[in-house]
């Protein structure tokens, strides 16, 4: 745990020293996205991450990413890279959280860093020049018309209340207690 924090350091560090960092999708930008977005942009950053593989000449690497983020393994529901992803997202929008308690003006954390970390973490050799051409990569990604008119605000999920009142209520004479809180004494 303590590697991958310092890994996430590391890269976090790289990315804000990238010129082209502003491109970069900030967790809070990706979570504002409708679901149907962010699987799409997920799954866009893994053929970011090949094509930018593919360019640098590294393309067993590129089929590498390719394997790791779409083949399923039996028994798994998911690929292991997108498994992956999932959980260094929730890790990051943490510590993104905990970043913008001590400091609120704090970059914020990158969805392209949560895919970097993953990659490292598999074996991938990423360099400042592969995040800034990954950031250049899915700068491009064009979100649908529902996730651009979305309120900045999210939409609170429904309020729970208490099920529906029988149909058919019961006889009055069936509740042992009676309106006052008490148990009533049966009747003589």
Do not use: C, W
């Amino acid at each position: 745990m303590h590697r991958l924090r310092k890994l996430s350091v590391t890269v976090s560090l790289a990315v804000m020293l990238l010129p082209s960092a502003a491109q970069a999708m900030d967790i809070i930008q990706f979570d504002l996205m409708t679901a149907k977005d962010r699987q799409a942009f997920l799954d866009y950053q893994s053929v970011a991450a090949e094509t930018v593989l593919n360019q640098e000449g590294r393309s067993a690497d590129a089929a590498k990413v390719h394997v790791l983020f779409n083949d399923i393994r039996p028994g798994d529901n998911l690929p292991v890279g997108e498994a992956e992803l999932e959980l260094n997202l929730a890790a990051s929008r943490v510590r993104d959280d905990e970043k913008q308690i001590k400091n609120h003006d704090a970059p914020r954390v990158q969805v392209e860093v949560a895919l970097a970390i993953v990659l490292k973490k598999n074996g991938f050799a990423i360099t400042s020049e592969f995040i800034r051409a990954l950031m250049q990569q899915t700068g491009t990604f064009q979100r649908s018309l529902v996730s651009l008119k979305q309120n900045v605000v999210l939409p609170l999920p429904p309020q729970r209340t208490a099920p529906p009142a029988a149909s058919h209520p019961a006889p009055a004479d069936d509740d042992p207690i009676g309106s006052g809180g008490f148990i009533t004494p049966p009747k003589r």
